[in-house]
């Protein structure tokens, strides 16, 4: 069933909608929620919830991409389940990606509040002006949490290539932050 | 601001984006490989014409042949006294072997090679030429021997221009060769 007639079955409250979807995208959401949380169960618990959310906000909201829309509410759900102590004493993926990130913060000797939404916004406007390439590995890596070897697959190119490109991005995200006055 | 933050602005990021990197790659066309390919695969012809690489030879019009051989002895020699135009034929790319004919056998001329010269032919390697009527120098001054005549012809070398592959390989011209001093 394609995304138009799933979303019409929410918009009609059937819940074969929830079905649909599962069958459409669960495997993918699990994957998603599994690679933050390194967690069977608490990714299981995690799609559920992104079910139940999107049931919730489907009508009146009408996505235009439908995966991106459930991928987004499962990321959110993800992360507010993540146990930031216990997933550093594992080694999960994600303390590494969030290491990665903490690069292309300007100054991390001074905390700065700011709204993870107007964050966001930034974010946006810094992947808008990436070339399309660089956009999607940055994507697949910070977005989606795939590793290296998987990026390169991916994209046909080495590990190398993607290091050095996921590199010269928290390089130029760095930059950009700095020039939107992100520095204290 | 750290890193956790970060990550979790992520989630902010664009749904157009996110489909984006979801989607499969777009490759971009890269012509470096199928250039490479071409390159090899000019070689390898190129290979395949210099060395045939077999003893035999086939598809060779034996009118044509005898008729134009006969043309070629017809002609004046050149001012270095060869036989007509072989260095031409060389500069053409074909390769060049000299051969003596030595019997005439179902319909065909076997020839031994004298001189392999350009080719990968061993010196007394076995060619057949599907010629019916025999072609030798004259002994009555008309050029050709008498059809038929199934006796070994006399001692005499020709030079054979050949091209082709293997499977599909080509007399593409035969002159007398020049008698030796």
């Given at each position: ?103 292309c913060i ?6 700065l509040q700011l709204e993870a939404e107007e964050l966001g916004r930034l974010l946006n406007a810094f ?50 932050l700095?020039?939107e006055?992100i520095?204290? | 601001m750290?890193?956790?933050e970060m990550l979790e602005a992520m989630s902010f990021v ?168």
């Amino acid at each position: 069933m394609d995304d138009g007639k799933i979303i019409d079955l929410y918009f009609q409250r059937d819940e074969e909608a929830i079905t649909q979807t599962a069958l459409a995208y669960g495997s993918r959401l699990y994957s998603l929620a599994h690679r933050i949380l390194d967690s069977r169960e608490d990714a299981e618990e995690s799609v559920s919830d992104t079910y139940l959310k999107t049931w919730e906000s489907i009508p009146p909201t009408r996505p235009s991409f439908f995966y991106a829309y459930l991928a987004k509410i499962c990321r959110f759900t993800a992360f507010g389940r993540l146990d930031w102590k216990n997933a550093a004493k594992r080694k999960a993926e994600i303390v590494e990606l969030t290491a990665e990130m903490e690069l292309c913060i300007p100054d991390m000797r001074h905390e700065l509040q700011l709204e993870a939404e107007e964050l966001g916004r930034l974010l946006n406007a810094f992947l808008a002006s990436l070339p399309e390439d660089s956009r999607r590995i940055f994507l697949r890596r910070y977005w989606y949490g795939d590793s290296i070897e998987e990026i390169a697959a991916r994209f046909g190119m080495g590990q190398s290539n993607v290091k050095t490109r996921l590199f010269r991005t928290r390089n130029a995200l760095r930059s950009f932050l700095e020039k939107e006055g992100i520095t204290v | 601001m750290n890193g956790k933050e970060m990550l979790e602005a992520m989630s902010f990021v664009d749904e157009k984006y996110i489909m984006e990197a979801e989607q499969s790659v777009s490759r971009k066309f890269r012509w470096q490989p199928l250039a490479a390919l071409a390159a090899c695969a000019a070689i390898a012809i190129l290979a395949l014409r210099i060395y045939p690489g077999r003893q035999t030879m086939t598809a060779v019009s034996p009118a044509a042949m005898q008729e134009y051989a006969a043309e070629i002895r017809a002609e004046p020699a050149d001012e270095d006294g060869g036989a007509g135009e072989p260095m031409a034929m060389m500069a053409m790319g074909f390769l060049q072997v000299t051969v003596r004919i030595d019997r005439y056998e179902d319909g065909d001329a076997v020839c031994i090679v004298t001189d392999p010269g350009s080719s990968s032919y061993a010196v007394g390697a076995e060619i057949r030429i599907p010629m019916p009527e025999p072609v030798s120098a004259d002994t009555d001054g008309d050029n050709t021997a008498e059809a038929g005549e199934e006796t070994a012809p006399e001692e005499e070398n020709f030079i054979l221009f050949v091209t082709g592959t293997d499977e599909d390989l080509r007399v593409i011209d035969i002159v007398p060769a020049e008698p030796e001093e």
